[in-house]
């Protein structure tokens, strides 16, 4: 269909444009000090306790992705809690800690294409792989980090003034009413610091072929400048978030 013909556009436009080496990869990893700290420092003035939580669970990730995903194994050395565990586990379940190309195909269409579509797909997935492990890395330090920090009463606090007005916020709260602040919060940091993607998330301007040929990546670049601008009209908080 057209609409998958534009994804393949995407997906060869993604590759070539990264490379798919290490050094790509790598840069995932700015994703950390530009946009995930600046968001926790928003609900958290304290940037070195902010950092010394970014890069634990940074730590963390690389045992989780080069164990296998084995979070029981984690559990028993006590590197993680089961609580954490169970956070990692629906993060993982829901597409969170999913990479921006895997992300990015969320809404397709899933009906038969040629053999040339599959192609395209399966070398994306290979030679982007440095690049997909190191966004994976990045989602699941924002993810944990976020919800270790939100244990915090004083942060919740904080939170919960800063969006008091945001339908977004309210309508997730709405519908998850088991979830706990700090599970919230987590999720919602994500979404924040790296992005909603695929179909759902990608702007008007983004689809089609305009936007396959013009735009075929610019998901994050499009939600991080709307969360600088979103966060400059939610006080001092929301300025110091921005300026970072």
Known sequence: ???????????????????????????????????????MCKYSPNIFNNMRLLAKWSKVAVQYYTGGKNLDNLIKAGTITQVQGDHIRHLENVGKLQAYFTQDAIG????PVGKAKQGVKSFANIAGRPVIVGEMITRFATGMASHEMFQDPKVQARAAKTHANDHRWQAMIKMNPDMTMA??????????????????GRPEYMRGAGGAFMFPFMTFPHYAIEGMIRSLGQGPDGVRSALM
């Open 1 to 39: 269909t057209p609409q998958e013909d534009y994804q393949m556009i995407r997906a060869f436009n993604y590759v070539w444009a990264m490379g798919g080496n290490l050094s790509s990869g790598l840069v995932q990893m700015s994703t950390l000090p530009t946009m995930t700290l600046g968001q």
């Open 183 to 200: 599970q919230l919060m987590s999720k919602y940091m994500m979404d924040e610091a790296h992005g909603i993607y695929g179909k759902v």
């Open 108 to 111: 397709e269409s899933e009906s």
